[in-house]
């Protein structure tokens, strides 16, 4: 069946320092990717997705490429905020899965001033 | 245009008792997603609903969790007989009849469901 690996939390940064999370995945067929945000007591935000290999989704500074050679999907910011703290939350979803959401378990990101 | 609704946004139940957690899609949405997320864990999916239709229900549990998505009115997903292991928080998604490949799915905000 479809996974998807992420690397745990929580991760604790500096303001404008470097971010990445981690992201593998096992689907059969061509999934689509996606990151979702979680700000605290919120539902889920879309942050970006890619639809195919090679794709790059980018949105808010946050950007990922679809890698299907290592099967990674990693979210990388070069400059955070404070504003970014927050539980990030790797996907994928395709017709093969019937399009129900298949989600890791989610990295805590905390920036400190 | 409303985003994804779903009421109540905390619901406290006491063991045994029913709970009802509804979601109204986004409009034009024809299709619905309940996820479960457990304490500190990522979301679950439970079960996948068009309008009068459950096309995939393979993550819901075999009891007292029932789902429904009637062809007015919002979709509702019921739990009998509430046990504290329910605790956690539901979130609905909905998506439109999407291009191949691209399927968004736009979340509520959820409904934070406390057993007590």
């Known amino acids: 069946g479809n996974s998807v690996t992420q690397m745990e939390g929580p991760v604790t940064l500096s303001e404008e320092a470097f971010l990445t999370i981690n992201c593998t995945y096992t689907a059969t067929g061509y999934p689509s990717l996606f990151w979702y945000v979680q700000y605290p007591g919120e539902g889920l935000q879309l942050l970006l997705k890619a639809t195919k290999a090679d794709d790059k989704g980018s949105n808010k500074g946050f950007e990922a490429t679809y890698r299907k050679e290592t099967t990674s999907f990693h979210l990388e910011k070069g400059s955070v905020q404070v504003s970014d703290s927050a539980v990030y939350f790797c996907?994928?979803?395709?017709?093969?899965?019937?399009?129900?959401?298949?989600f890791g378990g989610g990295t805590r990101v905390l920036v400190k001033p | 245009n409303a985003g994804v609704m779903q009421n109540p946004r905390h619901l406290v139940r006491r063991r045994g008792q029913e709970a009802r957690l509804r979601c109204s899609p986004m409009k034009g949405h024809s299709h619905v997603y309940w996820y479960r997320q457990l304490p500190e864990e990522g979301l679950k999916f439970m079960v996948y609903l068009q309008k009068e239709n459950i096309i995939d229900e393979s993550g819901m549990p075999k009891e007292r969790f029932s789902a429904e998505f009637p062809k007015e009115g919002p979709s509702i997903l019921r739990i009998q007989q509430v046990v504290r292991g329910d605790s956690a928080a539901y979130f609905c998604a909905s998506s439109p009849l999407g291009l191949q490949g691209a399927y968004e799915q736009f979340f509520g905000p959820g409904t934070r469901l406390t057993v007590l």
């Open positions: 996907a994928l979803s395709g017709a093969a899965a019937g399009n129900k959401l298949t």
